[in-house]
């Protein structure tokens, strides 16, 4: 489907890319990974047609319909619903919905060449999914948060997190040929993220996924492209796979460097003895030509191995058992509406606890309640006893001064509440946080992701904290960034509450989870599995899809009944294209597998001079093998769906 081909990208003097070949083939899922600036938005760009490439070139084939989001989505007008703006996302669709009402007009005339064009028409727009593309939207749109109420409200009302959410639902249900999704859980909360793996996996067009959430890698991909220090690495296999294979080929590339720089300082060294000798001089420029012919192909280490760092934190001051206690505390900003009614919970020494639910359920203003920069406007908000509080907000990027150095901006923490004192015990806080002497008198601004964060913990634990409150911390990390945090969290002794949108690090870190919900706060004393395997003994899988209705309500009108049906029919619609694809797929495997039996079988049975009688035996056994796998599946999949065929009717 896409065919890189040597291409190269410059930014000024940088090599963004550098000779860049691989390819994506249909169908496959691929997840794109890499360090924060390595370019693998850019291959986005080029495959979009956003951005030209100064060498090489991509050939796209079949010319598939591609979805992908834009980073500024705007309305076409101002009165433009968030409703219209997703459904306007399927290019072509209105024009075809509108050729089609145009038509209907005319089809009583007999004319044989409009009931001709209506039904290509109609046959286009059933391609595109038109006839129930609204329904699918609307799925969407609910499962990445949105209410029903919010479906007709204004499209330029709508925040930039939550445009980007539209954005998001309106290519996904476009169902295009290959989707291009560029970190998509950034702006989606937990639940959100849980609801677009499941999407996605029914998805079965060709994916390309740019992201650092370890759960989206590792269920949604299988393939994983590397864009790291210029270069695009292809590994033919899942995020499990590619982790431990790219540490082996680190090894290996290690090894040829050591012997490249060697046998390049050796031939540097005669160099420099023997130049000016006129008896060694053309032996002396011969080596020069071969240094500069290693100097032209000389390894460069993965970025990501150059800025590995550390993060160590410290043991928490003692405190007592209740970190934090709140009794029937509501907040409201603007003493109308209510964030958070009459919450009440404790947080125990040594908890470490997810904060879960969708955005806009006030996880953020209960983190700034806890930290004291708000104070509730109802009930009791207490710390516990030598409790120090450490709030790492998500924009600690933004309070950190881009023109200071890293000495400075940690000097001036250190100097403000540190009970430490003396320039050694400040040094061993910056190495014990990553930073040594070549990194100290960095510009803040120029810090990545990873060296940020890592730098907002030193300014945090300067204060000897011994309860943090992390609010979205891994945002701006790349893969092992997000390793690197999460072994230091398990590791901490101290009490944490946290909101993350990244299922693997909530999974790793927290031992309980405290969900906010529209309903109230509910307590769940276990990690994230736990938290999960409880909902769905509850039948309470996602509780803010839809509020509760009323008993004594009116029956559905007729209208009612047909949105409920082919709401029905679109949410199963999914798992029986899947089945139908597997009994096809398997159909048309047991028939290859029964010819290439039959010929095996053949020549078992009336063997040639050259007949390999264990290899034929072992060949006729494989197949036969291969033959009642297929069957097994087939059996199963066609069993399950006739079942749901059967239901929907």
Known sequence: MLDFQDISVHYGLQDVLSNVSFRVNKGERIGVVGPNGSGKSTLFKIILGEMSTDHGELVIEESPRIGSTRQNPEPDSPDETLLEYA???????????????????????????????????????????????????????????????????????????????????????????????DEPSNYLDLPAVDWLQKFLKQYQGTLMLISHDRYLLRTLTDIIVEVDAGTCTRYEGDLDWYLRE????????????????????????????????????????????????????????????????????????????????????SFSYDGVRNVLHDVTFNVTRGDKVAVIGYNGLGKTTLMRLIAGTRKPTAGKAILGHNVVTGYLSQEFAETIPPDVSVYKVAKAAWQGGSSLTGEKNFRNQLGAFGFDENDVEKPSGVLSGGEKIRLAFL?????????????????HLDLDGRRLLQEALQNYKGTILLVSHDIDFVRAVATSVLEITHAGVRSFPGGYDYYCEKKTQMGDARPEAAPPQSAASAPPTSKELRQQRAAARAKIAPRVKELRRIVETSEKKIDELQAALDAASEELFNPKPTTDFAEANRKVRTLQFEIERYTADWEAAATELEELTKNAE
Request: net charge positive; hydrophobic share 35%.
């Open 87 to 181: 459904l306007r996302g399927v290019p072509g669709f209105h024009e075809l919905d509108a050729r089609m009402r145009e038509l209907e007009q005319k089809l009583d005339s007999g004319d044989k060449g409009v009931l001709k064009e209506y039904g290509e028409v109609q046959t286009a727009f059933e391609h595109l999914g038109g006839y129930d593309l609204e329904t699918r939207v609307k799925v969407a749109l609910g499962g990445l948060g949105f209410s029903v109420e919010e479906f007709s409200k204004p499209f330029a009302s709508f925040s930039g997190g939550w445009r980007m959410r539209a954005e998001l639902s309106r290519v996904l249900a476009s169902h295009p040929d290959l989707l291009l999704l």
């Open 459 to 475: 300014r945090l634990f300067l204060s000897a904290p011994n309860f943090l409150l992390l609010d979205e911390p891994t945002t």
């Open 246 to 329: 790219r540490e082996l080929r680190y090894q290996q590339l290690v090894q040829a460097k050591a012997n490249q720089d060697h046998h390049r300082e050796q031939l540097q060294r005669f160099v420099d003895r023997f130049r000016a000798q006129a008896t060694k001089a053309a032996q002396a420029q011969s080596r020069q030509k071969l240094i500069d012919k290693i100097d032209e192909a000389r390894i460069v280490l993965p970025k990501r191995y150059s800025q590995r760092g550390r993060l160590r934190l410290a043991d928490p001051p003692p405190s007592g058992i209740e970190m934090f206690r709140c009794e029937e505390m």
